[in-house]
């Protein structure tokens, strides 16, 4: 479902992939390449989310108040993402939470179900995990900084191939 709040339209660029069964409210901007997967929320109605091209949130993720993704970042499956800034070819993980005003750097790593507390600034190249999360080490040419290209081409297919079983188009 895409639909505006208080005169706020969504933005989503021709070449992004939102599943029909994302919601996408109010402020949002969805730039080219980008992805947003199978019941996603993005609640743009208490301040812009923007996703940069080739960013992709994946699967049940919640991403609200003033958010920016940046190019080619990744959130992972059922994570949640408020008030916070992902940077370039950043990851969340699988079901971690990031929350108000914190950072997570360029090629930055929060570890799957951890907890990024507020102002907390994941420095780029590093992985952060845990409850609350912290430092872990350094990561170079992880495998997961590329995930976004992998989404991208993947996003594609879907735009290409996906037929709506009801008949109506996407």
């Known amino acids: 479902m895409i639909r ?5 339209e969504p933005e989503i660029h021709e070449d992004a ?21 199978p019941n996603v929320t993005l609640r743009g109605d208490h301040g812009r989310i923007r996703l940069a091209e080739g960013a992709n949130v994946q699967d049940n993720a919640v991403v609200h108040e003033g958010v920016e993704i940046g ?35 360029e ?25 609350p999360a912290e430092f872990i080490t350094e990561v170079e040419d992880s495998r997961w900084a590329s995930a976004g290209d992998r989404y991208v081409e993947l996003s594609r297919r879907h735009l290409e191939r996906s037929v709506r079983l009801d008949g109506r188009d996407r």
């Open 107 to 131: 090629r930055a790593m929060v570890g799957a179900n951890s907890l990024l507390t507020e102002d907390t600034e994941v420095e780029a190249n590093a992985l952060y995990a845990g409850v």
């Open 17 to 37: 992939y939102v599943d029909p069964s994302a919601v996408v409210i109010g402020a949002v901007t969805v730039e080219a390449d980008a992805s947003v997967w």
């Open 71 to 105: 190019p080619y970042a990744t959130v992972g499956h059922t994570a949640i993402v408020h008030a916070a800034e992902v940077r370039e070819r950043a990851l969340v993980g699988m079901g971690a939470t990031v929350l108000d005003r914190s950072v997570v750097g």
């Open 4 to 8: 505006s709040f208080e005169g706020q």
